[in-house]
């Protein structure tokens, strides 16, 4: 038996892993998950065009730094797992991306949480883009902002990558 691949754009693809409708021939162009959400436990929520929403539960117990709350270098991988994730569902087959910066403001401690990372753009350009990524604490207070520059890559720049 013969299973024909569908080859789905990234938003497609993203929108059918959260409904949890994908077929076994469902394939996209990019690697999801990625091995680093695998590793970590990093869902993807919410999908749209530009805009993605990841969750992780944070505990200090797992993910501490020596001030026994949540390591913030986990919450800046929440935010670039949320920026890249929004930035893939704008690629095409043969495009790629990669990050140029990642700033965060850390606002308010982690001890244990499920953050919700939310990424949308401030400003989409034809090759860099600006995004914005807020870490939401479960009491629904921000504990960190992200923002975030992007470089859409085309043709040999995105071989291989």
């Known amino acids: 038996m013969n299973i024909e691949i569908t080859k789905l754009p990234v938003l497609q693809f993203l929108e059918k892993q959260i409904a949890n409708s994908l077929d076994e021939s ?3 162009h990019m690697a999801y998950p990625t091995r680093i959400s695998q590793t970590l436990g990093i869902r993807i929520v919410e999908i749209g065009k530009g805009t993605a929403t990841v969750e992780i539960d944070a505990d200090s117990d ?3 730094n020596q001030q026994g709350t949540v390591h913030g270098g986990l ?3 929440l935010a670039d797992a949320a920026i890249g994730t929004a930035h893939s569902t ?3 087959e043969g495009e790629s991306f ?3 910066d990642l700033k965060v403001n850390f606002f308010r401690p982690v001890w244990k949480s499920t953050l919700r990372a939310v990424a949308k753009p401030v400003q989409s350009g ?3 883009s600006h995004y ?3 870490i939401i604490r479960d009491d629904g207070k921000i504990a960190a902002i992200a923002i ?3 470089m859409t890559l085309r043709g040999k720049q995105a071989s291989g990558r």
């Open 26 to 28: 469902d394939v996209t």
């Open 132 to 134: 914005m990524c807020e």
């Open 98 to 100: 990669a990050s140029i």
């Open 75 to 77: 919450m800046s991988e």
């Open 90 to 92: 704008l690629m095409n």
């Open 62 to 64: 797992i993910h501490g």
């Open 126 to 128: 034809n090759t860099v």
């Open 148 to 150: 975030s520059s992007v």
